[in-house]
Nanobody, 119 residues
Framework: QVQLVESGGGLVQAGGSLRLSCAAS????????VGWFRQAPGKEREFVAS????????KYGDSVKGRFFISINNAKNKVYLQMNSLKAEDTADYYC????????????WGQGTQVTVSS
């Protein structure tokens, strides 16, 4: 099992930037990729971005393309989500999750970090 802990959330004005971190521990060697998801109140969970540990595969959700950037530090077992040009609609709880293999569902989740964008 992979344990994940998110950090970096907070309150930011529209147009601003924020960087989220996801620290992975445990059986990280059994993880293929790490993804970021978000869930706003009353809405379904939404895929934001994912990156394989080899950095060979990076994906973004349509709503964040060109504004959010995902990166990985293998030495520190950390995955980052740089969020730029934030909008009020980016307000949500952000979660990172581990994908055990390609085409498999994300099965280990962090506790989440809250991001609030004021307009």
């Amino acid at each position: 099992q992979v344990q994940l802990v998110e950090s970096g959330g907070g309150l930011v004005q529209a147009g601003g930037s924020l960087r989220l971190s996801c620290a992975a521990s445990g059986r990280t060697f059994s993880s293929y990729a790490v993804g970021w998801f978000r869930q706003a109140p009353g809405k379904e969970r939404e895929f934001v971005a994912s990156i394989s540990w080899s950095s060979s595969t990076i994906k973004y959700g349509d709503s964040v393309k060109g504004r959010f950037f995902i990166s990985i530090n293998n030495a520190k077992n950390k995955v980052y989500l740089q969020m730029n040009s934030l909008k009020a609609e980016d307000t949500a709880d952000y979660y990172c999750a581990s994908q055990p293999a390609i085409f498999r569902r994300f099965d280990s989740w962090g506790q989440g970090t809250q991001v609030t964008v004021s307009s």
